[in-house]
């Protein structure tokens, strides 16, 4: 299994955004329902946005209004979008499989950090 890879993650300023990209492969194709997940400092991973099949969308309350998940089937990649950012969204952000099945374990990638300076 080839693991999804993550990119997009820096160091931004309160307020800022960026823009992460997950990348799927030949052998994972993200029309599936996926998801965005973060681990924070000193804190168990985390779901932080999903979207199913049916491109139905869900967030977590702390990021409404402000991170946007979408993907592009064609190209088999999955976004985020992150506008007004602040210190509680630094982290290490992954792309996986919106599932609780057990396979998801074999494409956890490194994920990209997201540093939110203070």
């Known amino acids: 299994q080839v693991p999804l890879k993550e990119s997009g993650g820096g160091l931004v300023q309160p307020g800022g955004s960026l823009r992460l990209s997950c990348v799927g492969s030949?052998?994972?194709?993200?029309?599936?329902?996926m998801a965005w997940y973060r681990q924070r400092p000193g804190k168990q991973r985390e779901v932080v946005a999903t979207i199913n099949a049916g491109d139905i969308i869900t967030y977590i309350d702390s990021v409404k209004g402000r991170f946007t998940i979408s993907r592009d089937s064609a190209k088999n990649m999955l976004y985020l979008q992150m506008n007004n950012l602040n210190v509680d969204d630094t982290g290490v952000y992954y792309c996986?499989?919106?599932?609780?099945?057990?396979?998801?374990?074999?494409?956890w990638g490194q994920g990209t950090q997201v540093t939110v300076l203070s």
């Open positions: 030949s052998q994972f194709s993200v029309r599936i329902p």
């Open positions: 996986n499989a919106d599932t609780s099945a057990s396979w998801k374990n074999d494409y």
